[in-house]
């Protein structure tokens, strides 16, 4: 599974931006795609997940501003953030748990990630 994400740049505060995380490859099934983010000198923390049932989940810190989901026929998930703040910034990564085949375990795979820099 090859994920691609995409839509990182520079933002000024209060701005808007959409990140795209598309997966490729040999994928039988996906169980959840996750968005993660890790700022400079910092641990990768969660931002947010879809589920397969369709089910989102937020950090604290994204909640009411950033939405996830997902366009299943172009295997894209997207993750709409709003109001950004400077202390969004950072690199986002895409992660899905999939697998290849039915009978194939379950694995976790990672985008390459995209920088967001929020900043006036």
């Known amino acids: 599974v090859q994920l691609q994400a995409s839509g990182g740049g520079l933002v000024q505060p209060g701005g808007s931006l959409r990140l795209s995380c598309a997966a490729s490859?040999?994928?039988?099934?996906?169980?959840?795609v996750g968005w993660y983010r890790q700022a400079p000198g910092l641990q990768r923390e969660w931002v947010a997940q879809i589920r397969r049932t369709g089910i989102t989940n937020y950090a604290d810190s994204a909640k009411g501003r950033f939405t996830i989901s997902r366009d299943t026929a172009k295997n894209t998930v997207y993750l709409q953030m709003n109001s950004l703040k400077p202390e969004d910034t950072a690199v986002y990564y895409c992660?899905?748990?999939?697998?290849?085949?039915?009978?194939?375990?379950?694995?976790?795979?990672w985008g390459q990630g995209t920088q967001v820099t929020v900043s006036s």
């Open positions: 992660n899905v748990v999939g697998r290849s085949s039915r009978q194939s375990p379950w694995a976790n795979f």
């Open positions: 490859g040999s994928i039988f099934e996906i169980n959840v």
